[in-house]
């Protein structure tokens, strides 16, 4: 249960974790939860029978009894449990020691009872594998040593096929393993994840976050007209890495994997064309022709301007940013393409009406309960009430649609 102390932390810029849990606020929250539940106030991870593998078999495009839910950085400050950690501890300390990581992994599942556990880490935890060196400076964020500018420098990387994540990463495997057998016991499901090629590319090439990009967009240039192919060779190398880490997570036990370009919004329709595209097909396929029955997920963030492009990603799964409107969404991927998505994470600062009307239009514009994946379009934000979180989630799993 809740029993960390301390830690220290940084807010991570890159997208993906984030399960948080928090405990105090769930008594409150519980009481609202209708009939058949309420009675005692529980955390809502009393899971009916099935809840186990509901998100895995929404990601893989079937209709299922109910939406289920999960919040990208669903582990993450707004939780005063994970704040207890993260005043205290690093960043990379917190997610690349097992017993930790596995802690924070878990915080948010035990206070609302998601749909699936996502692993503690970030999207630049497995940089260093290909020789990339990174350091998560509180108050700035991840900040990167290596510079990546020419082919050359492309070349002194390391060579991604012969990656080997148990050397490289040992703390993976330990907190992969662990959390499938909580998750097991649980009742849900664990979720794994990834940077996509262009977003890791461009992180490094800047060397930390980054307004325009400029570095990056300037390499992409000069790729286009022929002075210097580092960007295309860069970003292949990537997919290659982040392919097999992918792999590897599942091997560990991750039984869907989401893909985060987390810096979409740094590319135009065309550099998504030419250059992040390609490179997150090429990632998403070493997966898929590994292990074609484990989803895949893809989440452009800032990318909802060149959607139609998403739809032959090769994922099982497309997520959306909140920037477009959920039936607009669907009416572009078109009725085949499962979805995901896509409250705007401010929504969580309203009234629990207004949380749970978002919840329930979300649901609705996406084909009704069952029909889609509820997330957020984008990851809960550093504030966050503790007990909006509980609101959207119960309210996600009670809702039987407009006619019920
Ligand atoms: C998990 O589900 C099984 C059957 O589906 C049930 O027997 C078990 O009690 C559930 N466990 C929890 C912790 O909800
Ligand atoms: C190609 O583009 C890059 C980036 O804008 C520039 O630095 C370089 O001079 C260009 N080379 C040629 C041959 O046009």
Same mark, same amino acid.
């Given at each position: 249960?809740?029993?960390?102390?301390?830690?220290?932390?940084?807010?991570?810029?890159?997208?993906?974790?984030?399960?948080?849990?928090?405990?105090?606020?769930?008594?409150?929250?519980?009481?609202?939860s209708t009939t058949e539940a309420?009675?005692?106030?529980?955390?809502n991870n009393k899971a009916s029978p099935g809840d186990r593998d509901i998100l895995v078999r929404c990601a893989s495009g079937q209709q299922v009894e109910r939406t289920p839910v999960w919040?990208?950085?669903?582990?993450?400050?707004?939780?005063?449990?994970?704040? #207890?950690?993260?005043?205290?501890?690093?960043?990379?300390?917190?997610?690349?020691?097992?017993?930790?990581?596995?802690?924070?992994?878990?915080?948010?599942?035990?206070?609302?009872g998601m749909d699936g556990?996502?692993?503690?880490?970030?999207?630049?935890?497995?940089?260093?594998?290909?020789?990339?060196?990174?350091?998560?400076?509180?108050?700035?964020?991840?900040?990167?040593?290596?510079?990546?500018?020419?082919?050359?420098?492309? #070349?002194?990387?390391?060579?991604?096929?012969?990656?080997?994540?148990?050397?490289?990463?040992?703390?993976?495997?330990?907190?992969?393993?662990?959390?499938?057998?909580?998750?097991?016991?649980?009742n849900t499901s664990?979720?794994?994840?990834?940077?996509?090629?262009?977003?890791?590319?461009?992180?490094?090439?800047?060397?930390?976050?980054?307004?325009?990009?400029?570095?990056?967009?300037?390499?992409?240039?000069?790729?286009?007209?022929?002075?210097?192919?580092?960007?295309? #060779?860069?970003?292949?190398?990537?997919?290659?890495?982040?392919?097999?880490?992918?792999?590897?997570?599942?091997?560990?036990?991750?039984?869907?994997?989401?893909?985060?370009?987390?810096?979409?919004?740094?590319?135009?329709?065309?550099?998504?064309?030419?250059?992040?595209?390609?490179?997150?097909?090429?990632?998403?396929?070493?997966?898929?022709?590994?292990?074609?029955?484990?989803p895949?997920?893809?989440?452009?963030?800032?990318?909802?301007?060149?959607?139609?492009?998403?739809?032959?990603?090769?994922?099982?799964m497309?997520?959306?940013?909140?920037?477009?409107?959920?039936? #607009?969404?669907?009416?572009?991927?078109?009725?085949?393409?499962p979805?995901s998505?896509?409250?705007?994470?401010?929504?969580?600062?309203?009234?629990?009406?207004?949380?749970?009307?978002?919840v329930r239009?979300?649901i609705d514009?996406a084909g009704g309960p069952g029909k889609h994946l509820l997330?957020?379009?984008?990851?809960?934000?550093?504030?966050?009430?503790?007990?909006?979180?509980?609101?959207?989630v119960d309210e996600c799993k009670r809702y039987k649609g407009k006619d019920a």
């Amino acid at each position: 249960m809740k029993v960390f102390s301390t830690i220290a932390s940084i807010s991570l810029i890159t997208s993906a974790s984030a399960f948080t849990p928090s405990i105090p606020s769930r008594t409150t929250t519980a009481l609202h939860s209708t009939t058949e539940a309420a009675a005692t106030p529980t955390k809502n991870n009393k899971a009916s029978p099935g809840d186990r593998d509901i998100l895995v078999r929404c990601a893989s495009g079937q209709q299922v009894e109910r939406t289920p839910v999960w919040l990208m950085r669903q582990a993450g400050r707004y939780m005063s449990a994970f704040r #207890q950690y993260s005043d205290k501890y690093p960043f990379r300390e917190r997610s690349e020691t097992p017993s930790m990581a596995i802690e924070l992994s878990l915080q948010c599942h035990r206070a609302y009872g998601m749909d699936g556990i996502i692993m503690f880490s970030d999207i630049l935890t497995p940089l260093p594998t290909l020789g990339i060196e990174f350091d998560v400076v509180k108050g700035t964020g991840p900040v990167i040593s290596t510079k990546i500018r020419t082919e050359e420098d492309v #070349q002194k990387l390391k060579d991604a096929e012969s990656v080997n994540f148990d050397e490289t990463l040992p703390f993976i495997r330990e907190i992969l393993g662990s959390l499938s057998k909580e998750a097991e016991e649980a009742n849900t499901s664990l979720i794994g994840f990834v940077g996509a090629p262009f977003t890791l590319a461009a992180y490094t090439i800047e060397g930390k976050s980054s307004k325009h990009c400029l570095a990056t967009k300037k390499m992409m240039m000069a790729d286009e007209n022929g002075s210097s192919k580092a960007m295309t #060779q860069f970003m292949d190398k990537i997919a290659t890495m982040i392919g097999n880490y992918g792999c590897h997570q599942i091997e560990c036990g991750a039984q869907v994997i989401q893909v985060f370009e987390s810096w979409a919004h740094q590319m135009t329709p065309k550099h998504f064309e030419e250059y992040g595209k390609p490179a997150a097909q090429k990632a998403i396929k070493i997966m898929k022709d590994k292990y074609p029955d484990v989803p895949v997920i893809y989440f452009a963030n800032g990318g909802s301007s060149y959607l139609e492009l998403q739809k032959d990603m090769g994922a099982d799964m497309i997520a959306v940013d909140w920037s477009v409107d959920m039936a #607009q969404a669907r009416k572009i991927l078109g009725p085949e393409v499962p979805i995901s998505g896509n409250i705007d994470p401010t929504i969580l600062f309203g009234t629990k009406e207004q949380i749970e009307q978002a919840v329930r239009d979300c649901i609705d514009k996406a084909g009704g309960p069952g029909k889609h994946l509820l997330n957020l379009g984008h990851g809960v934000m550093q504030g966050t009430p503790e007990e909006a979180v509980g609101w959207l989630v119960d309210e996600c799993k009670r809702y039987k649609g407009k006619d019920a």
